[in-house]
């Protein structure tokens, strides 16, 4: 049997980092956070700047399927997913459907327009704001992607890179 002798200096401390410890294990994992509350609901309308400094709104899109990418240049599987979204964008045209990027990057951030032209990528791309963070509860990791119906309801909240099986069965629930 091993026994550990603590100084006295290390014995004050504890206290304080168990409490460290609770705290971090209350915070909310990627596994940890739903989203439920948001499928089937009205997609939180928003106001947000595009890259060419236009204001575009979510309710402009009404009528039309929408799938919306937050996502950021320092991002690695953000950044691996734009030729897939670009790809999806072109495909869906026909389906109305409207595929659009949100960046957590700042708009003074050069690299955003850079990132998008290496990866060809024409689909529509806006800055997001701390509202629209708050509302979509996009607070634990990178990249999340929310469909939307064209009636403007939340149909799916997808995690992590969006492939070829993540889809095609969103895609058959949006009416």
Partial sequence: ???????????????YVA??????ASLPS???????????QPAPNFQ?????????SLSSYRGRPVLLNFWATWCLPCRQEIPFLQTVALLKK????????????DPKNKNVQRTLQRCHATYLNLF??????????????LPVSVLIDSGG??????????TTKDIPASLLLLK
């Fill in 1 to 15: 049997m091993n026994i550990i002798i603590l100084d006295r200096k290390t014995m004050r401390s504890l206290p």
């Fill in 128 to 141: 997001a704001d701390t509202k629209v963070i708050q509302d979509y509860g996009v607070n634990v990791a």
């Fill in 94 to 105: 026909s389906s109305s459907l409207q595929v659009i990027g949100i960046t957590f990057d």
């Fill in 30 to 40: 990627q596994a940890q956070t739903d989203h439920s509350y948001l499928i089937g």
């Fill in 48 to 56: 947000l700047r595009s890259l060419a400094g236009n204001t575009v």
């Fill in 19 to 24: 409490l460290l410890m609770l705290f971090f």
């Fill in 153 to 162: 309801i939340v149909r799916s909240v997808h995690f992590g890179m969006l």
